[in-house]
């Protein structure tokens, strides 16, 4: 019983981190946009109250970050699912 819920878990976890990646790689519904204008605007806005002009540099995290973040993601969700179905084709003893 407590084998197949840490199974199911599992398995939810790793969909949910495919999903996860596949939304930063391909940039569904605008994410990684939404997430690079919220950078710049917290970047302005400390540089605005710090007087330096120094955070007002926006290029250190670009489109390409996240793209490699997620696909770390995902593939590790897709590595996560694999390990499962191997695992779910041997009997637990």
Known sequence: MLHTMIVILLVVMAFSAVYMGARLVFNLNGNVDRK???RRAVLELKGQRSGD???ADTQSFGPIFYRIVGGVIGLTG??????LAIGATRPFR
């Open 78 to 83: 897709l590595f996560l699912l694999a390990l």
């Open 36 to 38: 690079l204008a919220r």
């Open 53 to 55: 002009l120094a955070f």
